[in-house]
Nanobody, 115 residues
Framework: QVQLVESGGDLVQPGGSLRLSCAASGSLFRLYDVGWYRQAPEKQREFVAGIPDGTSTNYADSVKGRFTISRDNAKNTVYLQMNSLKPEDTAVYYC?????????WGQGTQVTVSA
């Protein structure tokens, strides 16, 4: 069982930056494929960024060059650095962890980009 707790969401102006954190419980966190998803009002949840191990990363086209995902397995934490934020980045951001058939979600953290 893995519990995920996101934090760092806030109201920010366009062009601003935020760093989201996802703290995980469990001793096997380092084995999990971890990623960030987001869901805007009246839209489906979508993939944002993934970091299946300590080195490789992948991003949605809409955030490439602006967002950076990283993980610290010693701290059981995954981060999402978001720069050059746009109003269309407004959403609830969710942390996700997958290992085999096991999939876990956090409760989400709200990011609002508005002037």
């Amino acid at each position: 069982q893995v519990q995920l707790v996101e934090s760092g969401g806030d109201l920010v102006q366009p062009g601003g930056s935020l760093r989201l954190s996802c703290a995980a419980s469990g001793s096997l966190f380092r084995l999990y494929d971890v990623g960030w998803y987001r869901q805007a009002p009246e839209k489906q949840r979508e993939f944002v960024a993934g970091i299946p191990d300590g080195t490789s990363t992948n991003y949605a086209d809409s955030v490439k060059g602006r967002f950076t995902i990283s993980r610290d397995n010693a701290k059981n934490t995954v981060y999402l650095q978001m720069n050059s934020l746009k109003p269309e980045d407004t959403a609830v951001y969710y942390c996700n962890a997958v290992l085999g058939s096991r999939r876990y979600w956090g409760q989400g953290t709200q990011v609002t980009v508005s002037a």
